[in-house]
């Protein structure tokens, strides 16, 4: 934690206390196997809303014509589970977790789900031991590009609101998904298919539902986009 509370001060300019970024990557999963260690997910609830709140004011005076459902696809887009766990290798997030056996073997370092989480607790921590100045700095170093891209991505920013849309708009109503899981609770796999007036248009998997429904919707709107 010594090597990571360095990191961090790099990047915001004061201390960050180590143990609570030792708390901030003890997943769940760890404290279970070690007398009921603290974990990360009261941190993840805090970093959550500070995350949530920094993007926002962000995207707000970035986009001032951007009408409010449009500003909420943007940031539905930057804070997404996907999109976090993605952006944890810039702080090599993953090799610092402390994992109980189970995650560990399933490499739950790798996880996006646990990624993300992580991020999220990381911002959490930050905010505790240093302010929102901090905080707001972490965020912005793990996340302005991101949100440069977010701005230019179209249907990409949210598959399920733009599969809605196109369904709409060619009157087959809205999208259902039929999920199915199967793996050992500590490493499920969902798969998730997209029904549309009635007939599959596109599948997808992922760890969580709601991962595997966003991939069957991305596989679906380029379906019925092809068929013009």
Do not use: C
């Amino acid at each position: 934690m010594v090597e990571l509370a360095a990191r961090l001060e790099e990047v915001v300019g004061v201390p960050v206390d180590a143990d609570l970024l030792l708390q901030a990557v003890t997943h769940r999963s760890f404290s279970y196997e070690n007398d009921d260690a603290p974990h990360n997910e009261r941190l993840e609830f805090l970093g959550d809303s500070v995350l949530g709140l920094v993007v926002t004011n962000h995207l707000y005076r970035a986009n001032p014509d951007l009408p409010e459902g449009e500003l909420a696809k943007l940031r539905s887009a930057v804070v997404s589970a996907r999109a976090l766990g993605g952006e944890a290798g810039r702080l090599d997030l993953g090799d610092y977790f402390r994992l109980g056996r189970g995650e560990e073997n399933s490499g739950g370092r790798a996880k996006n789900s646990i990624l993300a989480d992580g991020v999220e607790a990381v911002i959490g921590a930050v905010y505790l031991s240093s302010g929102l100045d901090a905080a707001t700095t972490v965020v912005h170093h793990l996340l302005d590009e991101l949100m440069e891209q977010s701005q230019t991505m179209g249907a990409a920013l949210d598959w399920k609101t733009s599969l809605q849309e196109l369904g709409s708009a060619r009157g087959l109503g809205l999208p259902e998904y039929r999920i199915t899981d199967s793996g050992p609770d500590h490493a499920k796999l969902f798969e998730a298919t997209a029904v549309l007036g009635g007939e599959e248009a596109g599948t997808g998997s992922g760890p969580t539902k709601k991962a595997a429904e966003m991939m069957a919707a991305e596989a679906a709107w380029h379906h019925l986009t092809a068929q013009g």
